[in-house]
Nanobody, 117 residues
């Protein structure tokens, strides 16, 4: 089993920055892919960014150039550095770990990010 705990959300003004953290515990493998998704009210959950243990990252077009995902393998922690935040970034952000070997997905409980003046 894997547990994911997010932290770092909150209220920020447009143009501001925020860093989300997600600490994983349990059986973590180097082949696991970690990432972040988000869900705004009334909308479907969408993938924001993913990162492998080797540091290979992918981003949704809506956040490219503004968000950076990083991973500390020694701490089993993934970060999402969010810059130039817009009101449209307001959502509940979910940490995700995908176990490639067993084809399983794990999710955190979600953390609220509000971008508003």
């Amino acid at each position: 089993q894997v547990q994911l705990v997010e932290s770092g959300g909150g209220l920020v003004q447009p143009g501001g920055s925020l860093r989300l953290s997600c600490a994983a515990s349990g059986r973590i493998f180097s082949s696991d892919v970690m990432g972040w998704s988000r869900q705004a009210p009334g909308e479907q959950r969408q993938l924001v960014a993913t990162v492998t243990s080797g540091g290979s990252a992918n981003y949704a077009d809506s956040v490219k150039g503004r968000f950076t995902i990083s991973r500390d393998n020694a701490k089993d922690t993934v970060y999402l550095h969010m810059n130039s935040l817009k009101p449209s970034d307001t959502a509940v952000y979910y940490c995700n770990l995908r176990n490639i070997l067993r084809n399983r997905n794990y999710w955190g409980q979600g953390i609220q990010v509000n971008v508003s003046s």
